[in-house]
T-cell receptor
Framework: GAVVSQHPSWVICKSGTSVKIECRSL??????MFWYRQFPKQSLMLMAT?????????EQGVEKDKFLINHASLTLSTLTVTSAHPEDSSFYIC???????????FGSGTQLSVL | GQQLNQSPQSMFIQEGEDVSMNCTSS?????WLWYKQEPGEGPVLLIA?????ELTSNGRLTAQFGITRKDSFLNISASIPSDVGIYFCAGQLRNAGNMLTFGGGTRLMVKP
């Protein structure tokens, strides 16, 4: 079945540094990818919708300058957490929309810990 | 925005028991999806429902798309320890770019 690779699985960084998370669709093309954030024991909250070749659409309350999203190709979207702070520590998950099967597939998530 | 109410929030059951959880929405969806998430992993799709009234099974799992298109339930029969995890419902609207709206999740714990 379709696979979405998300990397890294976990990252620990110092406050003030930037962290890049990659989301790749391995065997299908994804014109649309979604980025979610999940706090412990809570549901997934959509952060932004990433469309290939255009600017991402951010949900209300999500700072676009802090969470930079790039979707430069049909198989890759990246989320960069800029100037990370401890409150950015969370589990980040991407999903990719396979327009052929019309199904969404999820990455395995990235646990970010900012010290 | 749309809200999905998922209940119960958590369940602690004995192995072999049947489990039922449901989601309700204030507005309609085209598609209802049920996912399972294990610690440190992304959600994995269990069942997808595309038509109002649809009843679909996947092994010991059965889910239904409510006739009003505003609700769905998931049943797990004869639970086993590996059913432990968090189950999420999600609603999807085709004219919203396939964006998912998630329920709050049901944490299932199974006692052997």
């Amino acid at each position: 079945g379709a696979v979405v690779s998300q990397h890294p699985s976990w990252v620990i960084c110092k406050s003030g540094t930037s962290v890049k998370i990659e989301c790749r669709s391995l065997d299908f093309q994804a014109t649309t990818m979604f980025w979610y954030r999940q706090f412990p024991k809570q549901s997934l909250m959509l952060m932004a919708t990433s469309n290939e070749g255009s600017k991402a659409t951010y949900e209300q309350g999500v700072e676009k300058d802090k969470f930079l999203i790039n979707h430069a190709s049909l198989t890759l979207s990246t989320l960069t957490v800029t100037s990370a702070h401890p409150e950015d520590s969370s589990f980040y998950i991407c999903s990719a929309d396979d327009f052929v099967s019309e199904k969404l597939f999820f990455g395995s998530g990235t646990q970010l810990s900012v010290l | 925005g749309q809200q999905l109410n998922q209940s119960p929030q958590s369940m602690f059951i004995q192995e072999g028991e049947d489990v039922s959880m449901n989601c309700t929405s204030s507005s309609i969806f085209n598609t209802w999806l049920w996912y399972k998430q294990e610690p440190g992993e992304g959600p994995v799709l269990l069942i997808a429902l595309y038509k109002a009234g649809e009843l679909t099974s996947n092994g010991r799992l059965t889910a239904q798309f409510g006739i009003t298109r505003k609700d769905s339930f998931l049943n797990i029969s004869a639970s086993i320890p590996s059913d432990v995890g968090i189950y999420f419902c999600a609603g999807q609207l085709r004219n919203a770019g396939n964006m998912l709206t998630f329920g709050g999740g049901t944490r299932l714990m199974v006692k052997p």
